[in-house]
């Protein structure tokens, strides 16, 4: 313990970082696009209710480009992404509360923004590509009929009449639609139930005539057990692509040719596709790729020579590259850091030199506060090599008594194919600075460590990830880095699914969060949306009844906390309302936060703020802590049971 540092039981530091600061203070930046015009990105802002806004950086000046009420948020697959695109001097968008397109101008004094489609949200768009010559724009658009299954086709859009001409129909699934530089071609992925994006999917490329309409395609790459991504004409003649088909998302090239791997790497180039309009590389030249490289899990900038394969390090200096994007001088990338805010920046390529644009807010806190990740690396129960980041307590001036070990939070990610991210995660730092340790678990069936890990998920959700994040818990108990009896698991989404199953088959757990969480799989196929309906095929084959929790009530023993959003359509509240009636009628102390207007994963920072203290108050109610934080009204709102 340094001398400056004050001794004091861990999980009751007194912290700066406070809820309020965690929920409302940052936006979050996504879908960078180039203009002539400037630079445009979406800014998410909790402090306006989650609106999601169109922002244009230009000389130095910035401007919001669709005023308040419109929000660009298109909800295509419930996560939407490509909500909106550059045209010409103008950029057309999809309006989050009607999922209409409409567009606005990029010339300096337009505020006007006009409605191009007309209907309500069961009509929505996605991935919108603009065709200049035709004026025309190409999207993925789902509709929604009560009964039936949504159907999802691609259109293109006249801009003049509004009428969407149907360009190819007859796939369950669309994403991506790139035309080539001279727009005489068009690429496009494809995939089909019981697949997901990054089980097998297959890219197509079409001719199209001058009125834009297919008039032939080829299948270039894909298929059941090749995930194929992000697309892109490097010049008219030439694609280029992602694709794991050698057990790795690497780069691909296609053209009249043939097919063949840029470069073959034990590496990642690619994600999941959750979202439309992801871009984890961008063509700078006829031959030059900037690429984010992931190895096992880091990542790193790297120019990709397309004609030689030859990758050559340039940046790795953040922690997180997204959003990756071609400027007039170099690229431009959402940048995030282990000790910092995440930030919109430019880098000049000719040197590396980064240039700051726009950041998440004002970071007033000293990083001495900031815990900073360890990637540590551990054997599972199988034997298999498995990944998680660790972050100890950290506080400037408080210190655990030496004969005591911090408790620890455990947090299993969503998806369950998504990863854990390096970046400055309040909500961790939440914890650490506080007094406890956070280990963050990349269990088997994440991304960023190539196909093999990722289908060690495949029949074994609800038992993979499961043991992944028990080794954690045993390694961390085995370097004595925490106290083996206060271990408390949080989990969102499929995460509050491997959170719940932890608590059930686990004694190691104490108490836990289910954030918008499974309980019921079976209900879970019949209840969600068309992206996701048949996720479970290859997660848990037919084993749903014998890997709910909901049908294995009488084995929790540990109090549980739920919160759950009310217009939640990717996992309906009833999930998280079956789980509180079975596990109160047993006994178990159960809390329960519903809150309305929330969906899948809460955007409102008043009710984040709310969701973050309630979990701590709880957590910390349960292992007997007394925290520095005045916690009196954690528990508004909260509906407590068999919980004193």
């Known amino acids: 313990m340094d001398h400056s540092e004050i001794e004091q039981n861990y999980g009751t530091w007194r912290s700066p970082i406070t809820a309020t600061l965690t929920a409302s203070g940052l936006v979050n930046f996504s879908e960078l696009r180039e203009s002539e015009y400037g630079l445009l990105w979406i800014e998410q802002r909790p402090f306006e209710n989650g609106r999601s806004v169109l922002v244009v950086e230009t000389r130095n000046t910035r401007q919001d480009l ?13 996560y939407g992404g490509g909500a909106y695109c550059v045209a010409d001097d103008g950029v057309f968008f999809v309006n989050a509360i009607d999922q209409n397109v409409y567009g606005c101008s990029l010339l300096e004094g337009s505020t006007e923004v006009t409605q191009l489609t007309a209907g309500d949200d069961n009509v929505r768009y996605a991935d919108l590509t603009w065709d200049s ?7 993925v658009r789902e509709t929604h009929e009560a009964g039936s299954e949504a159907v999802n086709e691609l259109v293109a859009i006249d801009c003049v009449t509004a009428e969407a001409n149907v360009l190819h129909a007859g796939h369950d699934f669309y994403s991506s639609p790139r035309l080539s530089n001279d727009a005489e071609r068009l690429a496009f992925l494809v995939w089909d139930h019981p697949n997901m994006p990054w089980d097998g999917n297959q890219l197509f490329v079409a001719t199209l005539n001058t009125t834009g309409n297919i008039v032939a395609e080829t299948l270039v790459a894909g298929g059941v057990a090749e995930s194929v991504f992000q697309p892109e004409w490097i ?96 690229i431009a990338f959402v940048a995030g850091k282990t000790d910092d805010l995440q930030t919109v920046v430019r880098m000049d390529l000719s040197n590396a030199e980064v240039t700051k644009i726009a950041t998440q807010g004002t970071l007033d806190i000293d990083p001495d506060y900031f815990s900073v990740p360890e990637q540590i690396v551990y054997d599972n129960a199988d034997g298999l090599e498995t990944f998680a980041y660790f972050y100890p307590p950290r506080h400037p001036s408080a210190a655990g008594p030496v004969i005591q070990k911090p408790p ?72 004595d880095r925490i106290d083996p009896l206060r271990v408390a698991i949080r989990g969102g989404s499929a995460g509050g699914y491997t959170t719940l199953r932890a608590l059930v088959t686990s004694p190691v757990f104490k108490v836990g969060a289910s954030h918008y969480g499974i309980g019921d ?27 709910s929790p909901l049908h294995e009530a009488e084995r929790f023993n540990c109090p549980v906390a739920f919160f759950q959003g009310a217009e939640d359509r990717v996992v309906p509240p009833n999930q998280a309302e079956a789980m509180v009636e079975a596990l109160r009628d047993k006994g178990i102390a159960v809390m329960y936060m519903k809150f309305e207007g929330e969906g899948h994963g809460f955007r409102n920072g008043t009710n984040i703020e ?30 407590l049971m068999n919980f004193s």
């Open 66 to 78: 669709t005023p308040s009420p419109y929000s660009v948020r298109s909800r295509v697959h419930e």
């Open 235 to 330: 010049t008219p003649e030439r694609l280029i692509f992602v694709s794991d088909a050698n057990g790795y998302w690497n780069l691909y090239s296609y053209d009249s040719s043939g097919i063949y791997c840029v470069n073959a790497d034990t590496a990642e180039y690619g994600a999941a596709q959750w979202a439309f309009g992801m871009r984890t590389y961008i063509p700078i030249s006829e031959r030059l790729v900037v690429a984010n490289r992931i190895d096992n899990g880091v990542a790193a900038l790297v120019f990709i020579d397309v004609d030689n394969g030859m990758v050559t390090p340039l940046e790795n200096r953040f922690s997180s590259y997204a959003c990756l994007n071609r400027t007039a001088m170099g």
């Open 521 to 547: 799989l079976k209900a879970l196929a019949r209840d969600t949306h068309k992206f996701e309906s048949r996720y479970l095929d290859s997660l848990i084959g037919d084993a749903f009844e014998e890997r």
């Open 133 to 139: 010559g035709r004026n025309m724009l190409i999207a």
């Open 610 to 639: 709310k969701v973050i203290e309630a979990e701590y108050a709880f957590f910390s109610r349960v292992f007997g802590l007394e925290p520095a934080d005045d916690l009196t009204r954690a528990f508004d709102g909260a509906d």
């Open 408 to 479: 620890l939070l455990v947090l299993s990610h969503g998806g369950p194919t998504g990863h854990a991210g390096r970046d400055l995660n309040f909500r961790i730092q939440y914890y650490t600075s506080r007094g406890w340790a956070v280990v963050d678990v990349d269990y088997g069936g994440s991304t960023g460590y190539g196909r093999a890990y990722r289908q060690r998920l495949d029949d074994r959700w609800g038992i993979g990830d499961v043991a992944d994040c028990v080794a954690a818990v045993n390694y961390l108990i085995s370097t």
